[in-house]
């Protein structure tokens, strides 16, 4: 009919029908989980996408890759010629613990992705922060994006992404032309991701999740991937110099919190490996945990090992974090596009490899 062909205009860019709009956008941390699903989504849309990342790790016709450190502006620059959108989702892995390498990609480096947007004629930047930029260890309860910047943050990442996101929503600047918004997922989840199910899976491996921390009735968020994807993009799309978003952070979640064990239990029975069952005091853990992390400081000269409970997981493990995404709702139009049920379904099997037995 009629009505679905012009559907199909507006909701598509690719249409042929249409004189093509140029969409021509750059992913800096593409090659990473999230930037691969962010790209993979901007294909789907129309999008024509460079990449830049300090490795590759896929080829996708419609991608340019500019392999390169962020923290290099000639490098950068090229990759934004003539790129009018910007997503920033680079970051070094929060388990690497290393602060000098936190300050230089997130801090230092995210002013030079800024200097690079500014020189480049970059109109818009959205950037990929964190809901732990709030979190300093105890209970946030429905969390909105005014709760101030921890003041004690957990650790050397979440006091970087604080930093980071300061950075570029102060670098708003209407009269320039230049438009900034901050994405702050939480316990982002889904198929390729490097962190969360591997980690529950090497330490289900090594017996090692038999216990549940506190008494297990902690909520949390945990998002699954393509609608964190799915809020950067409204985010981008709806950035313009008359809209409220511009220099503001939003939550991004499944609107869906759910007990952080039942969760774990979820996706280790999906995968053939038991739940735990056994509570431990949040407090013993959490001491347990801080005197591992001395003893790897003190063993270091000699020998280095990487605990699986540090005190930031146990933290993350025991306690309330899950936040509201009703500004996201209000001013962007959010509404989580895959459900946690389902999310979990498709993570699960994503993962045939990492099955008990396999
Ligand atoms: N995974 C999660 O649960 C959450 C992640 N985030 C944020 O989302 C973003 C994406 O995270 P993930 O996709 O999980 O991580 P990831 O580690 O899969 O991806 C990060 C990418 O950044 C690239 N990168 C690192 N240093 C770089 C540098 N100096 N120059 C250029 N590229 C560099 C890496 O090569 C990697 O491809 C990060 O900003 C992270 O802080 C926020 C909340 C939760
Ligand atoms: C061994 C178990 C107690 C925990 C295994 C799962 C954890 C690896 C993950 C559970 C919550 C996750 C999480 C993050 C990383 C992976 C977990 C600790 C982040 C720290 C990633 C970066 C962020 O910005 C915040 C995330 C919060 C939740």
Not at 234 to 243: G, M, T
Not at 244 to 253: E, M, Q, R
């Amino acid at each position: 009919s009629f009505y679905s062909w012009w559907q199909l205009c507006l909701g598509n860019n690719r249409c042929d029908c249409l004189p093509q709009v140029s969409k021509r956008c750059a992913v800096i941390g593409g090659s990473g989980f999230l930037g691969r699903h962010l790209v993979e989504k901007l294909l789907d849309r129309g999008y024509s996408v460079s990449v830049f990342d300090i490795r590759q790790s896929y080829e996708l016709p419609g991608v340019t890759f500019h392999q390169g450190d962020l923290c290099d502006k000639q490098a950068l620059l090229s990759a934004l010629k003539d790129v009018s959108l910007v997503f920033h989702c680079a970051s070094p892995a929060p388990s690497s613990d290393d602060r000098l390498l936190f300050e230089r990609v997130n801090i230092r480096g995210t002013q030079t992705v800024i200097q690079a947007c500014l020189d480049a004629g970059v109109q818009k930047l959205v950037l990929t922060s964190s809901a732990s930029v709030v979190f300093e260890g105890t209970d946030v309860k429905n969390g909105k994006e005014d709760l101030p910047y921890a003041k004690k943050p957990i650790d050397y990442y979440t006091q970087t992404k604080i930093e980071q996101e300061k950075l570029v929503l102060e670098a708003c600047n209407k009269p320039k032309g230049f438009l900034t918004v901050a994405i702050r997922p939480h316990g982002i989840f889904g198929p390729r991701d490097p962190q969360l199910v591997p980690t529950l899976v090497d330490a289900a491996r090594q017996g090692k999740m038999k216990f549940i921390i506190g008494d297990g009735t902690n909520l949390v968020d945990f998002t699954y991937v393509e609608n964190v994807v799915h809020g950067h993009i409204l985010a981008a799309e709806h950035l313009r110099a008359d809209s409220p978003i511009c220099g503001k952070p939003y939550h991004i979640t499944n609107d869906e919190p759910i007990r952080f064990w039942d969760f774990m239990s979820e996706v280790l029975v999906g995968l053939g490996y038991p739940a735990p069952r056994f509570h431990l005091p949040y407090t013993l853990v959490y001491g347990l945990a801080l005197l591992l992390l001395l003893l790897t400081w003190i063993l270091r000269p000699v020998m280095s090992f990487k605990p699986t409970f540090t005190p930031m997981r146990v933290a993350l493990a025991g306690t309330y974090h899950y936040y509201s995404c009703e500004h996201a709702k209000e001013h962007l139009g959010y509404k989580p596009v895959v459900s946690l049920k389902e999310g979990i379904a498709r993570t699960v099997a994503s993962y045939p490899h990492l099955r008990r037995g396999a």
